[in-house]
């Protein structure tokens, strides 16, 4: 335990904060490398925008937006104040909702996203893992068969794609599901069982249109793994003794075909917090996506900084916990 | 009576790629009896059809790999059994394993990675028996593997942790928990080194003493069967062309490439350079006319180019395909 803690863990834990760290950095560097001065872009949409402002006024807000976007001083000092807020976990105010801060509009976007991402990957990932190794293992079955074609249709529509034809379909002309958004407009954002249900009538669509692609990829890459284990020497033995085949399918086949399937699983559970961008636009959610996209066309850096941040914490993470849990599931893999 | 009794089989593999259907008949009239208590060894080299043979004689084979005629009849005592006509289900839940086991070929590979080695011996107990109580059925499978000279801690063990002797011993192990009327073992010590394909060895031959079953043991080891078998059969390009037992066959061998096979081993002290044999074995999906050693054979006279020698009994126990043998009477 303790030749664990010194020669693995503690490295890995480091490793980690490296590649934070890094990630924090380069968040930090890119948007300063932007010919963009967001101070100067402040101060010309309000020259242009017609009013009459005294030159003294102007140097004046000039001053207050550098001070406020934590542009003052050089680069280094910057830099330090930087992750000095960062580390009292202040991402600052957002720029196009000023004052709010940040972290409160990621604090109310965020369960949207989750709420909405969480189920739908899960949901795609046991299906598609279950109907893959199914496909592969009774090739003849018709069922299946219907199933497979279906996927490799579905597979390679975009998800934006999918979700207009959904909405087109299940909206306009079949008119059952709402057009978009999370709630009727309007409605009070509360923990009741009418809104509950309000909301999971909303996701309706949305979830669909990511559960059905999601499966279709998943259902693939199983389907393909599971060809190649199906000829494994483990395999034929277990047929060749006469094991039943439902027990072979589970515990011969898919456990071992899972495998890499559980890294997918982790990489996309990290990427969590960016959201479903175009999804969530075209469904008008209120999540993650949604507020990267308003952050991007209000040219708010702030914002963009603090999903940038959450999102590199965020797989950084999930990466961190999978190599530690990952001996469960393949012991084979023993840390050293 | 015997346990098998083969008759004239013949299998190939056919596979069909754009309407352009491809046979190569790896097992060509093969016939041969089993008995009990006895071990039978078949040699040859690769691609002589030994692991098709087996595939039939285990039941486990699937396309591509076709019979196309013969009999296999299995007398287990108290059920017979037709091999070719049996419904799976029943090959699965009566005969597999209880009756047949059979050691693969690659041994090495057979145990499943994420699954420790007491939860195959579990699942196949589970399968062919039922465990009523856990407690005793560990304990049954400690002694069962100490008996066979193997530590029982390898029992909570995953495959990669043991070496690859330990990983054939286990599978000998596995092949032997019912006590089967026959163990098919497929090339069993090939990718051992020498000591450990000793203990291997010694220890199959300790389990068929002491359950008095049949083994059939194939290895393309000459020197595996001088040690191991009670009667040997040769085979080449999908045929039997001799069997005798052990001892006759390597005092004097009757077909020519029986013949050279033995002298191309080597013997303690005698440093000249083995001789060699010109040329390849035949492609099995367009084989020679006649013997198909004829193209290879020294000794080869005219009849052997069109006319096949069919496997003549020259003396108990004792067949041979060649006609050089059967007209030297």
């Given at each position: 335990?303790?030749?664990?803690?010194l020669?693995?863990?503690?490295?890995r834990?480091?490793?980690?904060?490296?590649?934070?760290?890094?990630?924090?950095?380069?968040?930090?560097?890119?948007?300063?490398?932007s010919?963009?001065?967001?101070?100067?872009?402040?101060?010309?949409?309000?020259?242009?925008?017609?009013?009459?402002v005294?030159?003294?006024?102007?140097?004046?807000?000039?001053?207050?937006?550098?001070?406020?976007?934590?542009?003052?001083?050089?680069?280094w000092?910057?830099?330090?104040?930087?992750?000095?807020?960062?580390?009292?976990?202040?991402?600052?105010?957002?720029?196009?909702?000023?004052?709010?801060?940040?972290?409160?509009?990621?604090?109310?976007?965020?369960?949207?996203?989750?709420?909405?991402?969480?189920?739908?990957?899960?949901?795609?990932?046991?299906?598609?893992?279950?109907?893959?190794?199914?496909?592969?293992?009774?090739?003849?079955n018709?069922?299946?068969?219907?199933v497979?074609?279906?996927?490799?249709?579905?597979?390679?529509?975009?998800?934006?794609?999918?979700?207009?034809?959904?909405?087109?379909?299940?909206?306009?002309?079949?008119?059952?599901?709402?057009?978009?958004?999370?709630?009727?407009?309007?409605?009070?954002?509360?923990?009741?069982?009418?809104?509950?249900?309000?909301?999971?009538?909303?996701?309706?669509?949305?979830?669909?249109?990511?559960v059905?692609?999601?499966?279709?990829?998943?259902?693939?890459?199983?389907k393909?793994?599971?060809?190649?284990?199906?000829?494994?020497?483990?395999?034929v033995?277990?047929?060749?003794?006469?094991?039943?085949?439902?027990?072979?399918?589970?515990?011969?086949?898919?456990?071992?075909?899972?495998?890499?399937?559980?890294?997918g699983?982790?990489?996309?559970?990290?990427?969590?917090?960016?959201?479903?961008?175009?999804?969530?636009?075209?469904?008008?959610?209120?999540g993650?996506?949604?507020?990267?996209?308003?952050?991007?066309?209000?040219?708010?850096?702030?914002l963009?900084?603090g999903?940038?941040?959450?999102?590199?914490?965020?797989?950084?993470?999930?990466?961190?916990?999978?190599?530690?849990?990952?001996?469960?599931?393949?012991?084979?893999?023993?840390?050293? | 009576?015997?346990?098998l009794?083969?008759?004239?089989?013949?299998?190939?593999?056919?596979?069909?790629?754009?309407?352009?259907?491809?046979?190569?008949?790896?097992?060509?009239?093969?016939?041969?009896?089993?008995?009990?208590?006895?071990?039978?060894?078949?040699?040859?080299?690769?691609?002589?059809?030994?692991?098709?043979?087996?595939?039939?004689?285990?039941g486990?084979?699937?396309?591509?790999?076709?019979?196309?005629?013969?009999?296999?009849?299995?007398n287990?005592?108290?059920?017979?059994?037709?091999?070719?006509?049996?419904?799976?289900?029943?090959?699965?839940?009566?005969?597999?394993?209880k009756?047949?086991?059979?050691?693969?070929?690659?041994?090495?590979s057979?145990?499943?990675?994420?699954?420790?080695?007491?939860?195959?011996?579990?699942d196949?107990?589970?399968?062919?028996?039922?465990i009523?109580?856990?407690?005793?059925?560990?304990?049954?499978?400690?002694?069962?593997?100490?008996?066979?000279?193997?530590?029982?801690?390898?029992?909570?063990?995953?495959?990669h942790?043991?070496?690859?002797?330990?990983?054939?011993?286990?599978?000998?192990?596995?092949?032997?928990?019912?006590?089967?009327?026959?163990?098919?073992?497929?090339?069993?010590?090939?990718?051992?080194?020498?000591?450990?394909?000793?203990?291997?060895l010694?220890?199959?031959?300790?389990?068929?003493?002491?359950?008095?079953?049949?083994?059939?043991?194939?290895?393309?080891?000459?020197?595996?069967?001088?040690?191991?078998?009670?009667?040997?059969?040769i085979?080449?390009?999908?045929r039997?062309?001799?069997?005798?037992?052990?001892?006759?066959?390597?005092?004097?061998?009757?077909?020519?490439?029986?013949?050279?096979?033995?002298?191309?081993?080597?013997?303690?002290?005698?440093?000249?350079?083995?001789?060699?044999?010109?040329?390849?074995?035949?492609?099995?999906?367009?084989?020679?006319?006649?013997c198909?050693?004829?193209?290879?054979?020294?000794?080869?006279?005219?009849?052997?180019?069109?006319?096949?020698?069919?496997?003549?009994?020259?003396?108990?126990?004792q067949?041979?395909?060649?006609?050089?043998?059967?007209?030297?009477?």
């Open positions: 335990m303790r030749k664990f803690v020669s693995y863990l503690i490295p834990i480091g490793q980690y904060l490296l590649v934070i760290f890094l990630g924090v950095t380069l968040t930090f560097v890119i948007p300063r490398l010919p963009n001065d967001p101070v100067e872009q402040q101060v010309s949409q309000l020259m242009m925008s017609g009013s009459q005294s030159p003294e006024a102007i140097e004046h807000m000039r001053v207050a937006l550098t001070e406020m976007y934590g542009l003052a001083g050089s680069p000092e910057q830099y330090w104040a930087f992750w000095g807020r960062l580390l009292r976990g202040d991402l600052g105010p957002s720029l196009s909702s000023f004052p709010t801060p940040v972290n409160q509009l990621l604090a109310t976007a965020m369960p949207w996203t989750f709420g909405l991402l969480i189920p739908s990957i899960v949901i795609s990932w046991v299906v598609g893992n279950i109907l893959g190794a199914i496909a592969s293992y009774y090739e003849n018709r069922v299946i068969q219907v497979d074609v279906v996927s490799q249709a579905v597979r390679p529509i975009p998800y934006y794609i999918m979700a207009l034809v959904l909405l087109a379909v299940f909206s306009y002309w079949i008119p059952i599901f709402p057009f978009s958004g999370a709630y009727p407009p309007g409605a009070r954002v509360e923990f009741s069982l009418s809104f509950v249900l309000t909301v999971l009538y909303h996701s309706l669509l949305p979830l669909l249109s990511l059905l692609i999601g499966i279709g990829g998943w259902f693939i890459g199983m393909s793994l599971t060809s190649n284990i199906i000829a494994e020497d483990y395999v033995y277990a047929e060749n003794t006469g094991l039943p085949r439902r027990q072979i399918l589970t515990q011969y086949i898919m456990r071992n075909a899972m495998l890499p399937q559980i890294t699983l982790a990489l996309q559970l990290g990427m969590l917090f960016s959201g479903a961008l175009i999804m969530e636009v075209v469904f008008g959610y209120p993650m996506g949604t507020l990267t996209f308003q952050a991007v066309m209000a040219n708010d850096y702030t963009i900084m999903i940038t941040l959450l999102s590199i914490v965020g797989v950084a993470t999930t990466v961190l916990i999978l190599d530690l849990i990952y001996p469960l599931f393949d012991p084979r893999v023993r840390i050293q | 009576m015997a346990l009794q083969l008759e004239d089989l013949h299998a190939c593999y056919r596979t069909e790629v754009y309407g352009i259907s491809r046979s190569v008949r790896a097992v060509d009239g093969v016939s041969l009896e089993l008995y009990e208590n006895e071990i039978y060894g078949i040699a040859g080299e690769s691609s002589s059809g030994k692991t098709t043979l087996i595939k039939v004689l285990s486990t084979f699937k396309p591509p790999l076709r019979v196309e005629s013969g009999r296999v009849h299995y287990f005592g108290s059920f017979a059994v037709d091999m070719l006509s049996i419904d799976p289900e029943e090959l699965r839940q009566n005969v597999r394993w009756q047949i086991s059979y050691v693969m070929q690659g041994s090495m057979v145990l499943n990675p994420v699954r420790k080695i007491m939860r195959t011996f579990e196949i107990v589970r399968t062919h028996q039922g009523a109580d856990k407690k005793s059925f560990v304990e049954q499978t400690r002694q069962h593997v100490q008996r066979l000279g193997l530590p029982p801690d390898v029992l909570d063990l995953y495959p942790q043991l070496s690859g002797g330990m990983r054939q011993r286990v599978a000998i192990a596995l092949a032997t928990v019912f006590h089967p009327s026959l163990i098919i073992a497929d090339e069993p010590t090939t990718a051992l080194d020498v000591v450990v394909q000793r203990g291997v010694q220890m199959l031959k300790e389990i068929q003493n002491e359950s008095a079953n049949t083994v059939l043991l194939v290895t393309h080891d000459l020197a595996v069967h001088a040690n191991m078998a009670d009667r040997v059969g085979m080449y390009a999908g039997i062309v001799e069997e005798a037992p052990t001892a006759a066959i390597f005092q004097r061998p009757r077909h020519p490439y029986t013949a050279h096979l033995i002298r191309s081993l080597p013997s303690i002290g005698d440093k000249t350079i083995r001789e060699g044999l010109g040329g390849a074995p035949p492609n099995l999906a367009s084989p020679p006319n006649g198909r050693f004829h193209p290879r054979c020294p000794l080869a006279i005219d009849r052997c180019r069109t006319e096949v020698p069919p496997l003549t009994t020259i003396a108990p126990q067949r041979v395909a060649c006609h050089l043998v059967t007209e030297a009477g």
